[in-house]
Structure formats: structure tokens, C-alpha cells
């Protein structure tokens, strides 16, 4: 049998699990990476499935489906993927990794030589710039003090860009 393309669906703001049920419901076929993130509330942990890519979801339907899908109130627009095969290979290696519990996160798209300010921990509110990025989390940060520099690591979930 052959497989329908994949199609990705940009949805609406915070849309992508309810997309993802809508389809569900219509026996459409969904995919939305997610991982677990732990918060802490009052003592509590509570443990969410966040998607990994916010704002997207994978779908894999015949072509005549799409105004139907286009019409649901969760889909901002679908996007067409070009090249269908280079696709299939890397989203089955991260859902892959998703289920073995990998430790798949979305890179933060934060470089060398960038602003930045800190928004989690001790020096949360504090700016400085990229020096060097070691792997996907960790980043070595020049923070300048009275016209002298100090480095810190920093991981990048806890840096926004200026």
C-alpha cells in the first residue's frame, strides 16, 4: 500500500495536542513529538508532555483530506513537504529517540557571538553574550562587569535572545 505525504500543520497558538485528538477522532494520522518537563508546585512535581516542536504537527493524510483539516478551527495553515523521504527518515529517528527516552530537546536557536539575558536561576534578569556553545545545553557566557569580564555556563533552556 502506498503511504500518503507528509503534510505539516502550523497551528494556532498552543492548538497542537487538540489537533491532534481532532484527527485522532477522524482517523487521521498525527504525529506530535513531545517530552516530559517537571515542574515543581508547592512541594508537588508535576510532570507535562510538552510538543517539541511548538507550533507544529506532523500529519501524514491523503491529499483530498487537506481542506478538511485546513477547516478545523486548531490549523493556522498546512505546509507542503518537499522532500518527502529526507522528512520520513528524520522525524521517525527523533520519534525514535523520543521512545527510548533519549533526551530529545529543541535546540535553542542561540549562537556565538549572540546577546543574550538570562531568564531562569541565580543571574536571571542578567545579559551578557555567547562566547562558546558546548553541545545542545550547555553555554559559556561573557558577562561584563565594570569593564571587566567574567565567564559563566549557562544552560541554553535558560537563556532568551536579545
Request: hydrophobic content about 40%; some cysteine; aromatic content about 8%.
Amino acid at each position: 500500500m502506498l503511504e500518503h505525504p507528509w503534510l505539516v500543520a502550523y497551528t494556532k497558538p498552543r492548538r497542537e495536542k487538540k489537533l491532534v485528538e481532532h484527527c485522532q477522532r477522524q482517523n487521521l494520522s498525527a504525529a506530535l513529538p513531545c517530552y516530559s518537563s517537571a515542574h515543581k508546585y508547592r512541594g508537588k512535581t508535576v510532570v507535562f508532555q510538552k510538543p517539541l516542536f511548538p507550533g507544529y504537527v506532523f500529519l501524514r493524510i491523503d491529499p483530498t483530506q487537506k481542506d478538511y483539516v485546513r477547516s478545523n478551527d486548531h490549523v493556522a495553515r498546512l505546509l507542503e513537504v518537499f522532500d518527502q523521504e529526507t522528512f520520513d527518515r528524520q522525524l521517525g529517528s527523533i520519534l525514535l529517540a523520543l521512545d527510548e527516552k533519549v533526551g530529545v530537546r529543541l535546540a535553542p536557536a542561540i549562537g556565538e557571538g549572540m546577546r543574550v539575558r538570562i531568564k531562569s536561576g541565580p543571574l536571571q534578569g542578567i545579559e551578557g553574550w555567547v562566547e562558546r556553545r558546548s553541545g545542545m545545553s550547555t553555554v559559556l557566557l561573557r558577562l561584563d562587569f565594570i569593564n571587566q569580564a567574567a565567564a559563566v555556563s549557562v544552560d541554553a533552556d535558560a537563556l532568551d535572545p536579545i
